[in-house]
Nanobody, 115 residues
Framework: QVQLVESGGGLVQPGGSLRLSCVAS????????MKWVRQTPGKGLEWVST????????NYADFAKGRFTISRDNDKNTVYLQMNSLKPEDTAVYYC????????RGKGTQVTVSS
């Protein structure tokens, strides 16, 4: 079955950086678009970024442009999200999601940006 396991979250001060990882299994990872989404109590589920199967195309939400970078390593079945210049409003649970619909997600990793 599909498994997506996120890691790398934590508590970071404003302006800091984190690198999230998501290890995938149970499907042909190198054939699928992958996404990062996030959820906050106030805003619900919010799309962050998408990367296509061969890393040629990457898209970002406006709030992520210039600060976040999505990447993947198909040999390791892993997708990453490098997050720089973090702000308190980036506080959320971050999930990786499989495919164009992103209907299958992992359990998420908590990111808290606070001084």
């Amino acid at each position: 079955q599909v498994q997506l396991v996120e890691s790398g979250g934590g508590l970071v001060q404003p302006g800091g950086s984190l690198r999230l990882s998501c290890v995938a299994s149970g499907f042909p990872f190198n054939s699928y678009v992958m996404k990062w989404v996030r959820q906050t109590p106030g805003k619900g589920l919010e799309w962050v970024s998408t990367i296509n199967a061969d890393s040629v195309f990457k898209n970002y939400a406006d709030f992520a442009k210039g600060r976040f970078t999505i990447s993947r390593d198909n040999d390791k079945n892993t997708v990453y999200l490098q997050m720089n210049s973090l702000k308190p409003e980036d506080t959320a649970v971050y999930y990786c999601a499989k495919g164009i619909t992103g209907s299958e997600r992992g359990k998420g990793t908590q990111v808290t940006v606070s001084s």
